[in-house]
Structures are given as C-alpha cells and as structure tokens.
C-alpha cells in the first residue's frame, strides 16, 4: 500500500500561484511514477501532470505546460505541481496518484494508489 496525502491547496486571485505538495509513505516511493489530476464539480477527473520515477520526463495535459511545472524529491518522498498564472478555470480539487507501470501513465485507470485531494480556487 501506497499513503498519498496532498496540501499546499486554497483561495488564491486570478494570475497568483500556488505550489502543491504530495507525501507518499508506505512502499519504496521510487518504484512508482507519479500524477497530478484535477476534478472540478460535475466534471470527470482529469489529467494534469506526470512524472518518472526517477524524476525525469515530465509529461503535462493539453495547454498546461506553460503553466503548471511536475517535479519529486524521492529523499523526501514527495512530489510537486507549482501552478503559475492561474486561472478560474483551473478551480477544482486536485489530487495525485502512484502508479507501478512502466509507460506513460495519463489515465485514472493506469494508477494504482490516490490521495484525497486539495481543493483549489481561482477568483477572478
């Protein structure tokens, strides 16, 4: 079993940012890639961000990139999704998952363990 437990959620204005942070415990964190996904009220959940295990290729959904940044610190068993220039658009709760495959993980089926998730709003 993998223990996710995301923070770093709240209020912030249109155009502020926000870093989230997600604690892993429970098995070798290293062994597993890591994703961010996003719901917002009476929407499916959506895909945000991945990353390798290793920490390396970071992978965004679509017009994210230039906003949103991946990263993991496996000495802390952590991983990060900083969000610049937010948008009301961007409200929703985010949550981050584990997966153990080895390919490209951007699918809600694809992962293995979740995190309850933060909630974050955008005013405008």
């Known amino acids: 079993q993998v223990q996710l437990v995301e923070s770093g959620g709240g209020l912030v204005q249109a155009g502020g940012s926000l870093r989230l942070s997600c604690a892993a415990s429970?098995?070798?964190?290293?062994?597993?890639?890591m994703g961010w996904f996003r719901q917002a009220p009476g929407k499916e959940r959506e895909f945000v961000a991945r990353i390798s295990r290793s920490g390396t290729n970071p992978f965004y959904g679509d017009s994210l990139k230039e906003r949103f940044t991946i990263s993991r610190d496996n000495a802390k068993n952590t991983v990060y999704l900083q969000m610049n220039s937010l948008k009301p658009e961007d409200t929703a709760v985010y949550l981050c998952?584990?997966?153990?495959?080895?390919?490209?993980?951007?699918?809600?089926?694809?992962?293995?363990?979740w995190g309850q998730g933060t909630q974050v709003t955008v005013s405008s």
């Open positions: 429970g098995r070798t964190f290293s062994n597993y890639g």
């Open positions: 998952a584990a997966s153990s495959g080895l390919l490209v993980a951007t699918k809600v089926s694809e992962y293995d363990y």
